[in-house]
């Protein structure tokens, strides 16, 4: 099993232009999530997916768009980038479920992460 | 709105000394979770605390999550170099993991 997988490594923008960072995992994980890590600060969350076909705004959505239109895949698109949107962005992945009202949490799985800088 | 608050930021010690870190809330989570990370490299999970009161145990590392489920710590005994690094937070809160900002450690050798 590779894991959580994500291209580019590193990346740098132009403000105004537009990227799409790939995010695969194999593990047949339910969840899928998309986070954002500025210099010395913790993880923000940005989208995340509980499944195909379904995604939801986390902490910080704005400036991004995601899919997830199968169950290993969850690209996250940055349409007009913008200086504000440097950082390193990881993708993880889980199997979560619902049990007796609250939903459990197996362990996260990241990526290596994606280097962007905007200049 | 940050709703885990981990202290201290930043921590440097000398090996062999112990340290607790912390993670603080006053929202109630169904679990808690904690992770390291490393430069360059995507969190690892290093525990899981489900019920309130629990402790575990890895190694040299003691977990602990508070009884009312809205506090955690984390506890290391004689420190090692190999213990650097950046020890994250995370609770689960309806159908969303929220994470702190996280604790740097340091262990200078």
């Known amino acids: 099993n590779a894991g959580v997988t994500q291209t580019p490594k590193f990346r740098i923008l132009k403000i105004g232009q537009s990227m799409t960072l790939q995010c695969t995992q194999d593990?047949?994980?339910?969840?899928m999530y998309w986070y954002r890590q500025d210099p010395g600060m913790g993880l923000k969350l940005i989208y995340y997916?509980?499944?195909?076909?379904?995604?939801d705004k986390g902490e910080v959505p704005n400036g991004y768009n995601v899919s997830r239109s199968t169950t290993e895949d969850f690209p996250l698109r940055l349409e007009l980038a913008a200086p504000s949107q440097t950082s390193v962005y990881f993708c993880?992945?889980?199997?979560?479920?619902?049990?007796?009202?609250?939903?459990?949490?197996?362990?996260?799985?990241f990526g290596p992460g994606t280097r962007l800088t905007v200049l | 709105t940050q709703l885990l608050e981990q202290s201290p930021q930043f921590l440097s010690i000398q090996e062999g000394e112990n340290l607790t870190v912390y993670c603080n809330s006053s929202?109630?989570?169904?679990?808690l979770q904690w992770y390291r990370q490393e430069p360059g490299e995507g969190p690892v999970l290093l525990v899981t605390?489900?019920?309130?009161?629990e402790v575990k145990k890895l190694k040299r590392l003691t977990f602990q999550f508070g009884d009312a489920r809205k506090d955690s710590s984390l506890h290391i005994t004689a420190a090692q170099p190999g213990d650097t690094g950046l020890y994250l937070c995370?609770?689960?809160?309806?159908?969303?993991?929220?994470f702190g900002k996280g604790t740097r450690l340091h262990i200078l050798p």
């Open positions: 929202s109630v989570f169904s679990s």
């Open positions: 995370a609770g689960a809160r309806d159908d969303k993991i929220i």
């Open positions: 605390v489900v019920t309130g009161g």
């Open positions: 593990m047949n994980h339910n969840y």
């Open positions: 997916s509980v499944g195909a076909g379904i995604t």
């Open positions: 993880a992945s889980s199997y979560s479920f619902v049990w007796q009202g609250s939903y459990s949490y197996n362990e996260q799985f």
